[in-house]
């Protein structure tokens, strides 16, 4: 059974950091894509950061220079480092597997469960 299992939310304050992880089992994934989304309460899911097989990177506008999206193939696990948080970071966070494509059109047929990250100001 393939799972995708997060780690790392929390509540901090504005200007803090926090690390979200999320550890695949079940099959590798070292040969394909991983995502983040967010979705904060009354909103859409968004994109937020993704991961090639092979390491190259893409941030949405709202986390450039912010977030650090990274992965450890040897662990099955990817990373998103959140540096200089605000208020509208708050969300729930997920974690997804993409085979091809692009991020945000293309299908996710794996996602992790949702991690809830606050920012108070």
């Known amino acids: 059974q393939v799972q995708l299992v997060q780690s790392g939310g929390g509540l901090v304050q504005a200007g803090g950091s926090l690390r979200l992880s999320c550890a695949a089992s079940?099959?590798?994934?070292?040969?394909?894509?991983m995502d983040w989304f967010r979705q904060a309460p009354g909103k859409e899911r968004e994109f937020v950061a993704a991961?090639?097989?092979?390491?190259?990177?893409y941030y949405a506008d709202s986390a450039k220079g912010r977030f650090t999206i990274s992965r450890d193939n040897a662990k099955n696990t990817v990373y998103l480092q959140m540096n200089s948080l605000k208020p509208e970071d708050t969300a729930v966070y997920y974690c997804?597997?993409?085979?091809?494509?692009?991020?945000?059109?293309?299908?996710?047929?794996?996602w992790g469960q949702g991690t809830q990250v606050t920012v108070s100001s």
């Open positions: 997804a597997v993409r085979y091809s494509g692009d991020p945000i059109t293309s299908d996710h047929p794996y």
């Open positions: 991961i090639g097989w092979l390491g190259s990177t």
């Open positions: 079940g099959r590798t994934f070292s040969r394909d894509a």
